[in-house]
């Protein structure tokens, strides 16, 4: 069991407290994180004249080995160690001898863990707003082909008023654009670099921590040695940010789930998107949707645990923060890969024009059109609903659309109506007349679509 702390103890560990105190299990991914700290400390160490210029060639040189050996698979991080720190070190003094020793000069586990998560977690939140944004692209691509492809759009579930594609993913593009500067706000307010903050109090040996903050991509140090080895308040933005985007991705599987349904019959997804039934042959199960939908409240789950962890947590490092790693890695690498396979699916899926738009028709989506035409040719709003809500039931009873019924029956129930009417109630009317900002008309929403491409061109 290789420790970093054996000194103060003259009876070895207790194997299983060993077990359960160890983290190699799941720190050893942050093995680049801790070795980039590392020679980023240790050039800081050199600056000040705390190590030599040799020891810190020969420190730099077995640490960029050790990185390049694990990366190659030619050293494996094994867990005889008890975590990603004592694996670096123990090997690089095994490489190069006592220089390796000098290796924590100034340093504390409790700065370096802090560390090596946020430049962790940097990385990932890069890695995570580039995805959002590929999902961002294909939601544009849909708008873009389909501002013309007319639809229901609902309250309640119910086919409230008639819209189109390109306006239903616009709602979309909305969500994940939030996503996608939730994210960048993170980042921003996570760039100060904890190194140097010691065990809580700081250190005695005059560092440089503005230098190797620089060093390190950071805006600057943190300002309070205590706060930056136990401040999580970063994991936390990043959790409640992942919540809302499976949220929103959970919400859209939602309706490609409905869409898909032999009900609706809106889309077709690709075969290799779903999957089929081991008794059930007529069956095409949209598959990525639900899992992306049940997988959202494992990132629920990450959130609240952390809350709960840090809730009565005292200053300053507790071995209690340690459980946020799983949690945490658990969360990211279940946002990355809905966002990767979600984009796929809609990349790939075929959207049944004919049918959305039969389905607007049909559902009465056009009703407060009709509404709308009585009350322009003199009828009050509330003797306009309650013909129109006349005319809907007629048309029920006989099965076919408002602008299926002929213009004699329109005018048994109001004379008022004139042949204009089937113009009134067409699609391409109802939807292209509502031109206000943030409608589906056709000027509104090519006047969105040009500002969504000059979003995405920015970032």
């Not at 560990?13 to 801790?34: C, E, G, M, P």
């Not at 600056?47 to 030599?52: A, C, K, P, V």
């Not at 961002?136 to 594609?165: C, I, N, R, S, W």
Request: hydrophobic letters at 40%; proline letters at 3%; glycine letters at 8%.
């Amino acid at each position: 069991m290789a420790q970093l702390w054996g000194g103060r103890f003259t009876k070895e560990t207790d194997q299983l407290v060993y077990n359960f105190n160890a983290s190699i299990s799941f720190d050893k991914r942050f093995y680049a994180q801790d070795i980039r700290g590392s020679i980023a400390h240790v050039m800081m160490l050199a600056r000040q004249g705390i190590l030599t210029d040799l020891e810190k060639e020969k420190i730099v040189e077995g640490l960029e080995g050790i990185l390049s050996d694990v990366e190659n698979g030619k050293l494996e991080i094994t867990h005889q160690y008890e975590d990603i720190h004592s694996f670096v070190e123990a090997t690089l003094t095994e490489r190069i001898g006592e220089p390796g020793k000098k290796l924590h000069t100034g340093r504390s586990r409790n700065d370096q863990v802090a560390l090596d998560m946020k430049l962790y977690v940097r990385d990932e939140v890069h890695m995570l707003n580039q995805l959002v944004k590929e999902l961002l692209q294909a939601v544009l691509k849909v708008m873009e082909e389909h501002v013309d492809t007319y639809m229901p759009g609902f309250t309640h579930l119910q086919k409230a008023q008639p819209v189109t594609l390109a306006h239903h993913m616009g709602a979309y593009f909305e969500m994940f654009r939030r996503d996608h500067e939730r994210l960048k706000s993170i980042y921003g307010r996570m760039d100060t670099c904890p190194l140097g903050s010691g065990a809580l109090a700081g250190t005695t040996y005059p560092l440089d921590r503005d230098y190797t903050a620089s060093l390190l991509g950071f805006e600057g140090p943190t300002r309070n040695s205590m706060d930056g080895v136990s401040d999580r308040d970063y994991l936390l933005e990043l959790l409640s940010a992942l919540s809302i985007l499976m949220m929103h991705l959970s919400r859209f599987s939602e309706e490609v789930i409905i869409w898909n349904s032999n009900e609706y019959q809106f889309v077709e997804i690709d075969d290799a998107y779903s999957t089929g039934s081991s008794i059930m042959p007529q069956k095409k199960n949209p598959d990525i949707a639900e899992l992306v939908r049940g997988k959202t409240g494992r990132v629920y789950g990450a959130l609240n645990a952390l809350l709960v962890a840090m809730k009565g947590i005292p200053l300053a490092y507790n071995k209690d923060m340690q459980e946020d790693k799983e949690w945490a890695f658990d969360a990211i690498d279940t946002a990355k890969g809905c966002l990767a396979l979600f984009t796929g699916m809609l990349r790939t899926m075929h959207f049944k024009k004919e049918r959305m738009e039969d389905s607007a028709k049909h559902g009465f989506t056009n009703a407060t059109d009709a509404a709308d035409y009585l009350v322009n040719h003199g009828v009050a709003f509330r003797d306009a609903h309650g013909i129109v809500g006349r005319l809907v039931l007629l048309c029920i009873e006989k099965d076919v659309a408002l602008d299926e019924l002929p213009l004699e029956e329109y005018q048994k129930i109001s004379p008022v109506f004139e042949e204009d009417i089937y113009e009134a109630v067409s699609m391409e009317t109802c939807v292209n007349k509502r031109v206000t900002a943030g409608a589906p008309g056709r000027d509104a929403m090519e006047r969105e679509i040009t500002a969504c491409r000059k979003y995405l061109g920015e970032y």
